[in-house]
């Protein structure tokens, strides 16, 4: 059971239930700069929040036995085959049970997002609870990192298969945090591999 927290608290989820299939292993576990990708999404988290959340379903056990977890709150996900929508109703269920005002959600598979972006997103959140901060790729689309106030709890709570906030937010007023290239997130390994070399 997490403590109460209270209610002007912002919590700060790492979504990583996924198995992974097109990437041919555990994404959470591949490494990119000599970091595993999901620790590279702890550690930003964990400079935004002092008790970041993570949501683990496929290869929960390996995760928990390969990666240092200390100072994370993790939330099993039981239907985490469904896709990014179970993760989301986890996180979002864990919220308000915890009275949270909102919730910034991270991806794993993002390892270019840095500590600065969150913490430009956070600030935005802080300024004005109620409405919704979503990242603005180099190609213009808008995506995660975000914050999701809890006026949309409801409706994320609804979500099903791979739907995510984006579908929520579609026609709310939003704010906007430029990442650029940094938003690319990975989807298989050859997308990692040249991510990789390219950052080099």
């Known amino acids: 059971m997490l403590s109460t927290q209270r209610k002007s608290e912002i919590a700060v989820v790492v979504l990583a239930a996924g198995a992974s299939r097109r990437f041919g292993g555990i994404k959470q576990l591949a490494e ?37 977890l200390s100072g994370v709150e993790v939330l099993l996900v039981d239907r985490w085959q469904e896709g990014m929508a ?22 794993a598979d993002q390892p270019l997002i840095t500590k600065s972006d969150v913490e430009r997103l956070h600030a935005l959140a802080l300024e004005n609870p109620r409405v919704a901060v979503m990242s603005r790729y180099a190609s213009g689309q808008l995506g995660v990192p975000a914050y999701l106030p809890a ?4 409706q ?27 938003g690319r997130d990975i989807d298989t390994r050859e997308e990692l591999d040249l991510l990789e070399r390219e950052w080099r």
């Open 32 to 68: 990119f700069d000599g970091q595993p990708l999901l620790s590279r999404a702890l550690r930003v988290a964990k400079s935004n929040c002092a008790r970041p959340w993570l949501t683990l379903g496929a290869h929960a056990d390996q995760i928990h036995a390969e990666l240092a």
């Open 86 to 107: 179970a993760s989301l109703r986890k996180a979002v269920a864990t919220a308000q049970q915890n009275n949270c005002e909102g919730m910034i959600v991270l991806l």
């Open 151 to 154: 006026r949309y709890f409801s």
């Open 156 to 182: 994320l709570s609804a979500l099903a298969g791979d739907e995510g906030a984006r579908k929520v937010l579609r026609n709310e007023p939003v704010r906007t945090v430029d990442v650029e290239e940094r």
